[in-house]
């Protein structure tokens, strides 16, 4: 049975990674794409070789970029992977300072459109031609707590924007592409923070977050066994969907602050 690839952008650090080892376990052929970062790109590289025995390879790109999206799936077929089975839209960038959306420049309002919402287009353009082909492909994209309803999240405007976006982007691209094989669906992280995006459910559980119904932490693994489930052959049938992998928690409603 031919093995299947899965391509995480920005898979390199923080819940990508943690995506790429669940990825390796499961005996996939892994791709890593990165920004900036080639040191740690390669490390992880050599981290998931002892995971996994199949190939795995970083490519550098920027997603934001069209013509950088190019280039990398150019790259990737000049290095014998011949096809993507599995799309995870890991990269998006995110400000963290909170700001009015008057404040925003130019620049960091397209920056964040583009990294977030334009970016799924460039890549899944790239890489459905490839599924369809097979008759078959798993598409995952990532928003936040109620991003399906269109909510509106204070100082994060330009974010919350991108991400509603993509939330219809992916329900459309689920009804477009069933007959092909191919199911797209969202995954929307809780309030996962700092070093628990690169840790295990284990480390989790012997931890205590009293904002959390569930009362411990989110790790990257979290989000990590969820992805993998939708991403399972057996999942044909859940499609166009938003799942919160939150703990419960009201992300939104956790914190309102005015700004001075």
Not at 178 to 191: F, L
Request: hydrophobic letters at 40%.
């Amino acid at each position: 049975m031919p093995k299947k690839t899965v391509l995480i952008t920005g898979g390199v650090k923080g819940i990508g990674r943690m995506v790429a080892k669940e990825f390796a376990a499961k005996g996939f052929q892994i791709v890593l794409n990165y920004r900036s970062d080639e040191q740690a790109a390669h490390e992880l590289v050599k981290e998931l070789q002892l995971i996994t025995k199949e190939k795995v390879t970083a490519v550098q790109g920027d997603i934001s970029n069209a013509h950088d999206c190019t280039k990398m799936i150019d790259k990737l077929i000049s290095y014998d992977v011949d096809s993507i089975d599995v799309l995870i839209h890991n990269a998006g960038p995110y400000i963290k300072e909170r700001k009015r959306m008057s404040d925003y420049s130019i620049e960091e309002w397209n920056y964040m459109i583009n990294g977030n919402l334009n970016s799924v287009f460039y890549i899944s353009k790239l890489i459905l031609p490839m599924m369809r082909k097979k008759e078959w492909g798993r598409i995952i994209t990532y928003g936040y707590d109620r991003v399906d309803t269109a909510p509106g999240w204070i100082y994060r405007s330009a974010f919350a924007a991108a991400k509603s976006g993509l939330a219809s982007l992916t329900k459309t691209l689920a009804l477009e592409e069933a007959p092909n094989g191919i199911t797209v669906n969202m995954v929307c992280p809780g309030d996962i923070d700092g070093d628990w995006k690169e840790k295990s459910i284990i480390d989790a559980k012997h931890d205590s977050d009293r904002n959390n119904p569930i009362g411990r932490p989110g790790t990257g693994e979290d989000i990590a066994r969820a992805i993998a489930f939708l991403c399972d052959d057996s999942s044909d049938f859940i499609t166009g969907a938003v799942v919160p992998v939150t703990g419960g928690m009201d992300v939104l409603g956790k914190v309102y602050r005015r700004l001075n």
